[in-house]
């Protein structure tokens, strides 16, 4: 499957721990976005990295979140203490730049905070 | 501010019947325009796009959507619905502020119903 993979699909973590999400974008892809999708709501832009880089982080809290896209690996969402209103989907993308078009979305991981 | 809006939350279509999904835009520059769809508990799935070129779009599973300037709109619309078209649809545009050119500006989405 060359598709974006999303792991863990769901997650449980009670108040206070972390929650760590992982995101391989598609195969010749090296930019990432990460994307939050709360109930009811549509999708709100977190962060946009590429390779080694954060190109912008405004969608992020300044405070518990953090995104990285190592050389190797895949990308890493990192919410510290979690809190109940962490709970959402978040959804990574991929996009083999800029100029492309759409964006391709993996099926997203679950953050179910208790 | 770059922005997109759908504003029906939910769209009732009888099977068979036209359906059109609605959105609106808000943005400096040429649009680069999307839709989205997404099953339940699934990722979004991308269905078409404009970037230039004719006003009238095709994309996947005979949805297409009609760009127009004047109205600063990009409505999908499908000529006979299904009752599989029935997911949440969508809209987004490309936010070329801040120099983030690759990220898209979402909608909040329109849950589209197709009853047999």
């Known amino acids: 499957n060359a598709g974006v993979m999303q792991n863990p699909r769901h997650l449980v973590r009670r108040r206070g721990q972390e929650a760590r999400l992982r995101c391989s974008p598609m195969k010749g892809h090296s930019h990432v976005y990460w994307y939050r999708q709360l109930p009811e709501e549509g999708l709100k832009f977190m962060v946009y990295?590429?390779?080694?880089?954060?190109?912008?982080e405004s969608g992020m809290p300044k405070e518990r979140f953090s995104a990285e896209f190592p050389k190797e690996g895949p990308s890493i969402l990192r919410i510290q203490q979690v809190v109940r209103g962490d709970s959402a989907a978040y959804f990574c993308?991929?996009?083999?730049?800029?100029?492309?078009?759409?964006?391709?979305f993996g099926e997203g991981s679950r953050l179910t905070v208790l | 501010a770059q922005s997109v809006a759908q504003p029906e939350d939910q769209v009732n279509v009888a099977e068979g019947n036209p359906l059109t999904v609605k959105c609106t835009y808000s943005?400096?520059?040429?649009?680069?325009l999307f839709w989205y769809v997404q099953y339940p508990n699934r990722g979004l799935q991308f269905l078409l796009k404009?970037?230039?070129?004719?006003?009238l779009v095709k994309g996947s599973y005979g949805f297409e959507a009609e760009f127009n300037k004047s109205q600063t709109s990009f409505h999908l619309k499908k000529p006979s619905a299904l009752v599989s078209d029935s997911a949440l649809y969508f809209c987004a545009v490309r936010d070329t502020y801040r120099g983030s050119q690759g990220n898209l500006i979402f909608g909040k989405g329109t849950k589209l119903s197709v009853k047999p």
């Open positions: 993308a991929s996009s083999p730049g800029i100029g492309t078009g759409e964006l391709f």
């Open positions: 404009y970037i230039t070129g004719d006003n």
């Open positions: 990295l590429q390779k080694e880089n954060i190109i912008d």
């Open positions: 943005v400096s520059g040429n649009p680069y």
